[in-house]
């Protein structure tokens, strides 16, 4: 069993930097993927970052790519999520899912149905 906790949402302007944090339970963080998600008001979930469990290989959606950086440290089991300086906008605003899923061969890192523990969510809104 994996808890996952997210933090570091709030209410910023455009082109203010954000870090997410997600502090995540257990001894085998190492195993899992961890993954990013976010919904917007009346828009269906979707994929935001994802790094491997060892750290090495990283994925972002398109929508992001650039502009927010995903990272995991062992020694707090922590993964986050930069929103980088001058590259937050309104469009970004929505609760942001920090997700975990055992690493498999085959992971595509993109597909909800591969995480098996999500977060409650933190709410990020980007005032314009």
């Known amino acids: 069993q994996v808890q996952l906790r997210e933090s570091g949402g709030g209410l910023v302007q455009a082109g203010d930097s954000l870090r997410l944090s997600c502090a995540a339970s257990?001894?085998?963080?190492?195993?899992?993927?961890m993954g990013w998600f976010r919904q917007a008001p009346g828009k269906e979930r979707e994929f935001v970052a994802a790094?491997?469990?060892?750290?090495?290989?990283?994925?972002?959606a398109d929508s992001v790519k650039g502009r927010f950086t995903i990272s995991r440290t062992y020694a707090k089991n922590t993964v986050y999520l930069r929103m980088n300086m001058n590259s937050l906008k309104p469009d970004d605003t929505a609760i942001y899912y920090c997700?975990?899923?055992?690493?498999?061969?085959?992971?595509?890192?993109?597909?909800?149905?591969?995480?098996?523990?999500w977060g409650q969510g933190t709410q990020v809104t980007v005032s314009s």
């Open positions: 997700a975990a899923g055992l690493t498999m061969a085959t992971m595509t890192y993109s597909a909800e149905y591969e995480y098996d523990y």
């Open positions: 257990g001894r085998t963080f190492r195993s899992y993927a």
């Open positions: 790094i491997s469990g060892s750290g090495g290989s990283t994925y972002y």
